[in-house]
């Protein structure tokens, strides 16, 4: 599947709007928090009000409950948001020296930071050879049998344990384009999809 999908979906297309966008470590955690659950258009609002205010977590903790309500506002679920931001960076700022660790452990043990924010942190921000798993990536891979898992965390660990190396470096990449293009939430376009001799999805729109 990673060979047909590497031939015919485009790889590494980094120009794409999130979190990668964002010029360091710290801001990039930021954004992908604010992400949750949110569209990208509404998650860059919230990210440039809120970095037009503050960039280090020093000054996001000066920032008084209410200013920093209002600039994240725009990503929805402002108030866990706001908690979440604060918790993350008093801790950054407790426990790690002011500097976002640059391994999945370490970014897993931050507040507010779950496997699919550290996933494309390690991906975007840091370089590293991760297949981060966002709704898209999570669908392809429970409906073709690539992986599988109760959440995008699980299907996360699962996949990493079964892609190959050479894959991982922009399987997240063309997994999302497939997703975004061929196996689409509704209605996958199964007869026009190259993997359908291979896929298990048994609802198959054929
Ligand atoms: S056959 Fe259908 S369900 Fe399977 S990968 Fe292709 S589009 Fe998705």
């Known amino acids: 599947m990673f060979r047909l999908l590497a031939d015919a979906m485009p790889g590494d297309t980094r120009g794409a709007k999130g979190p990668k966008e964002q010029p360091d470590p710290f801001r990039s955690c930021i954004a992908c928090m604010l992400s949750a659950q949110s569209r990208d258009a509404n998650t860059a609002k919230a990210t440039s009000a809120l970095f037009a205010l503050a960039t280090t977590p020093e000054q996001m903790l000066a920032l008084g409950d209410e200013e920093l309500v209002d600039a994240i506002r725009p990503a929805g679920l402002y108030n866990n948001k706001a908690k979440a931001i604060r918790r993350f960076c008093r801790q950054l700022i407790d426990e790690k020296g002011g500097e976002v660790p640059r391994t999945r452990a370490g970014l897993l043990q931050m507040h507010g930071i779950g496997r699919k924010c550290a996933d494309i942190i390690m991906a975007f921000t840091f370089g590293e050879d991760v297949i981060a798993v966002d709704t898209h990536v999570g669908r392809v891979c429970e409906r073709t049998g690539l992986a599988s898992g109760y959440s995008e965390a699980k299907i996360a660990e699962h996949l990493d344990a079964r892609a190959p190396d050479w894959a991982k ?35 198959k729109t054929l």
């Open 169 to 203: 470096a922009e399987g997240h990449f063309w997994l999302i384009q497939f997703g975004k293009r061929i196996c689409t939430s509704r209605s996958p376009k199964c007869g026009a999809c190259f993997l359908v001799d291979l896929c298990e999805y048994e609802d």
